[in-house]
């Protein structure tokens, strides 16, 4: 399968399993110039943005350790970008990871909640 | 939500006051600090975080600002980690804000949420005290040294949840109290005395005087005569050293980190010895946050310059200022800080670059010019501080056998060098800032040091033979004085200054 198609495959499973976790999905694949984030949803009353990573086999890592310094940057700009277009700065945000690796049977899911906070400036 | 922590930040030798304010908002989850902070406490940051979660405190993601006031002074340290731990949790409301206004917060943070020991806390408890606070928290290491200030409640603390009990008043935590008299009784012991020095008897009796009257002393001899050995031993026959005293010392060596729970209170005067590669601020102090130099490491107590003419010129320079007026000020771009650097500057070399110049039995393989060379380079104002020349020759086999038991130890000596002090003291009674016989000026030369006919004709006859010099002839003047002192003589009488020409000895062979 395309990595295209991999990543679509993950996305989905990762809606479902956040949905059964008690998530409210609000969006999916927000796009920006600067970037898109994968899935942003509502935990109680936290706004969480969430990154998917999806994986065939475990060879290459642990699909968390792609959400590279790189990676991470990108999520916070694109996440700004959303609480001022959406006037949403009033609510407590996090940064949540899921990682997905598609073996044989039953899909491999990780969920991070909480996996990093914004790194300050120097 | 805000709330607000006291800590504490060393400036120089001394603490002030720095207050931790703690903002909680929503928003993309970040920390925050902001007060000039140097590059331990933004690491803070995760160690706080960190020692939170093992000590099951949980910390949901949030806007973490904290500002470190007053916001113009940079500051350094790793000790705000406990303040920082606290604030957070008192603006999560889960400590009690009240008992924050009563103490002072000091603390590294292991990633377990175990305090780890600071620098500086005698200072902290000083500044604590004076600033009207009812007690400090801090690591139980530094509790001892912090005890020893009265009238304050040292709180020692082992880790974080332990602190967040106490200031929630859930448990009680017995106050540190030290009994300085005791400590500083129990610790003025000098493993070293006089009487391990075979044979010597002339150096000795020149640093016996050099102790007495505070003059500075340069030792020429060949290597192995014992030069350092002597210099290690000068502290021995110092006066004991006051609380006060010790009290000073201790802040200045609590801030360099060099205390621990063992060693609270520093009661022995101190010794140094820097290698002569040490850069100026090394020798002097400095640093990009002003740390104390080997010059205030050595307050109260002996720097000892061994292989002289292999300090670089100008880390020598520095110390002029210092030797001049007892204190170094530190200038920055906006701050200054001035360390205590009152010691007795003690200087050793070699007649020769090889060593060997005046040896009985040596050869001296050195070519003329090489030794003016050598010589060339300690030559100039340094030298001027310089009182006492004395040459440490080569010891005799037979004083190495000599009988340990008929060697004088350094409490008789110091016994001498005490009365002396005394006389000194009295003398100076209505001077400002003039503690010893070596700090006379010339003014007051006629005054304290008079001395009748035949003495000055045995004076000027020396300085023409011998070709000495005016500034020399206050210097024989000022040494004799504390001979004279030394056997309790109101007179300078003539053989006092007969022996205080016997220490120019450099000057008399023209080669400084």
């Known amino acids: 399968?395309?990595?295209?198609?991999?990543?679509?495959?993950?996305?989905?499973?990762?809606?479902?399993?956040?949905?059964?976790?008690?998530?409210?999905?609000?969006?999916?694949?927000?796009?920006?110039?600067?970037?898109?984030?994968?899935?942003?949803?509502?935990?109680?009353?936290?706004?969480?943005?969430?990154?998917?990573?999806?994986?065939?086999?475990?060879?290459?890592?642990?699909?968390?350790?792609?959400?590279?310094?790189?990676?991470?940057?990108?999520v916070e700009k694109v996440a700004k970008v959303y609480l001022t277009q959406k006037n949403l700065w009033h609510l407590n945000c996090r940064f949540d990871i899921v990682s997905i690796i598609l073996t044989a049977q039953k899909p491999n899911i990780f969920l991070a909640k909480d996996a990093f906070w914004v790194e300050s400036e120097k | 939500?805000?709330?607000?922590?006291?800590?504490?930040?060393?400036?120089?030798?001394?603490?002030?006051?720095?207050?931790?304010?703690?903002?909680?908002?929503?928003?993309?989850?970040?920390?925050?600090?902001?007060?000039?902070?140097?590059?331990?406490?933004?690491?803070?940051?995760?160690?706080?975080?960190?020692?939170?979660?093992?000590?099951?405190?949980?910390?949901?993601?949030?806007?973490?600002?904290?500002?470190?006031?007053?916001?113009?002074?940079?500051?350094?340290?790793?000790?705000?980690?406990?303040?920082?731990?606290i604030g957070i949790l008192a603006a999560l409301e889960k400590v009690e804000k009240e008992s924050l206004n009563n103490y002072l917060l000091v603390g590294e943070l292991s990633l377990d949420g175990k305090l780890r020991p600071i620098k500086g806390a005698l200072?902290?408890?000083?500044?604590?005290?004076?600033?009207?606070?009812?007690g400090i928290v801090?690591?139980?290491?530094?509790?001892?040294?912090?005890?020893?200030?009265?009238?304050?409640?040292?709180?020692?603390?082992k880790e974080l949840a332990e602190v967040v009990k106490f200031l929630n008043k859930e448990i009680d935590i017995s106050p540190c109290q030290a009994d300085s008299e005791k400590i500083f009784v129990n610790h003025t012991h000098y493993d070293l005395d006089f009487a391990e020095i075979k044979g010597q008897k002339q150096a000795k009796r020149a640093i016996e005087v050099a102790a007495a009257g505070g003059h500075n002393v340069l030792m020429v001899g060949p290597p192995g005569s014992g030069k350092t050995m002597m210099a290690k031993h000068i502290p021995t026959i110092l006066p004991e050293l006051s609380l006060e005293e010790a009290i000073e010392i201790t802040k200045i060596y609590s801030v360099t980190g060099l205390t621990s729970s063992y060693t609270p209170l520093i009661s022995t005067r101190p010794f140094r010895s820097p290698h002569h590669t040490i850069s100026d601020a090394g020798l002097v102090g400095g640093g990009p946050f002003p740390h104390p130099g080997e010059i205030s490491l050595s307050h109260h107590g002996v720097l000892f310059l061994d292989e002289l003419p292999e300090f670089a010129r100008h880390t020598l320079e520095s110390l002029r200022q210092p030797l001049e007026d007892g204190v170094i000020t530190v200038s920055r771009a906006n701050s200054s800080s001035t360390f205590p650097a009152r010691f007795m500057f003690i200087a050793a070399m070699n007649p020769c670059p090889c060593g060997f110049l005046a040896d009985p039995i040596k050869e001296c393989t050195c070519h003329p010019s090489a030794i003016q060379k050598y010589f060339g380079k300690v030559s100039g104002p340094l030298l001027d501080r310089i009182d006492i020349q004395i040459e440490v020759s080569r010891i005799k086999s037979q004083d190495i056998e000599e009988n340990t038991e008929f060697i004088e130890s350094s409490i008789s000596i110091r016994a001498r060098v005490n009365k002396a002090r005394q006389i000194q003291k009295e003398r100076f009674k209505r001077r400002k800032n003039v503690f010893f016989n070596s700090q006379i000026s010339q003014k007051d030369m006629s005054k304290f040091c008079a001395i009748d006919q035949d003495s000055k004709t045995i004076l000027n006859k020396a300085m023409e033979k011998l070709g000495l010099s005016a500034r020399a002839y206050y210097k024989i003047l000022k040494v004799s004085r504390t001979i004279a002192d030394l056997e309790e003589s109101q007179e300078i009488k003539s053989y006092h200054i007969l022996e205080a020409i016997q220490y120019r000895n450099l000057d008399r062979q023209r080669w400084l």
């Open chain 2, 1 to 85: 939500m805000l709330s607000k922590v006291y800590s504490s930040s060393i400036f120089g030798i001394d603490a002030y006051v720095v207050t931790v304010e703690v903002d909680l908002s929503p928003g993309l989850p970040s920390i925050n600090i902001v007060g000039l902070p140097d590059t331990s406490i933004k690491e803070s940051r995760d160690r706080v975080r960190v020692a939170l979660k093992s000590s099951k405190f949980e910390l949901s993601p949030q806007r973490i600002t904290i500002n470190l006031a007053p916001a113009d002074l940079k500051k350094e340290g790793s000790l705000f980690d406990l303040p920082i731990a």
């Open chain 1, 1 to 74: 399968m395309s990595s295209k198609d991999l990543g679509k495959k993950g996305e989905e499973i990762a809606v479902k399993y956040l949905k059964k976790q008690g998530y409210k999905i609000i969006e999916l694949n927000y796009q920006t110039k600067l970037g898109e984030i994968d899935i942003i949803a509502l935990d109680k009353n936290i706004l969480v943005f969430i990154e998917v990573k999806s994986r065939i086999s475990p060879r290459y890592g642990p699909p968390i350790e792609a959400v590279n310094q790189r990676k991470r940057l990108q």
């Open chain 2, 123 to 134: 200072s902290i408890a000083i500044s604590a005290k004076e600033n009207n606070f009812k």
């Open chain 2, 138 to 157: 801090l690591p139980f290491e530094n509790s001892c040294e912090a005890s020893i200030i009265p009238d304050l409640a040292v709180i020692p603390a």
